[in-house]
């Protein structure tokens, strides 16, 4: 598993610390204490929904570079690298995360893909995607981010 980790913190966070922004499993790293939610969504998941779907909708996504100078506007999200999500971004999040949960609902818990090399496991993602929808609406108060960091 290759993850795309999304952390959700407050909007009032220093933008200086964004820059090199990376919460991890250690309690004792200092940026833990701006994460108030996180989940994972996996890069093979996504290549997936690309193969079913035709594209992948976080693509279209407007964000922030959070490590460039100004943390200019992107149009999506950065698969390699860092991206923030802002309330401009929250409704495309919220519709991209609902679709994927709601292409997902007639998958058996255990499901493969087409190409037969990725077994996932539905419970797992759709907790995820859950985290994702959740998230995203409270992007939509614009007090919060999303930090992603990708693969």
Known sequence: MIPHKFFLIPN???KKLLDAFYPSEDDRDSYNQ???ESFI??????????YS???NELNNV????????GQPKMDGYSRAGNSLFIEESAENLLKTF???KEFLQDKPDEFTSEDGFD?????????????AIDCSKKVLTNKFYIYHSGI
């Open 12 to 14: 009032t966070i220093d």
């Open 34 to 36: 701006y994460v108030i």
């Open 41 to 50: 969504i996996d890069d093979d998941f996504i290549d997936y929904i690309i």
């Open 53 to 55: 779907l035709g594209e």
């Open 62 to 69: 407007p964000c922030l570079n959070p490590n460039m100078n």
């Open 98 to 100: 609902k679709s994927w």
């Open 119 to 131: 077994d996932f496991n539905k419970k797992e993602i759709m907790d995820n995607l859950e985290k």
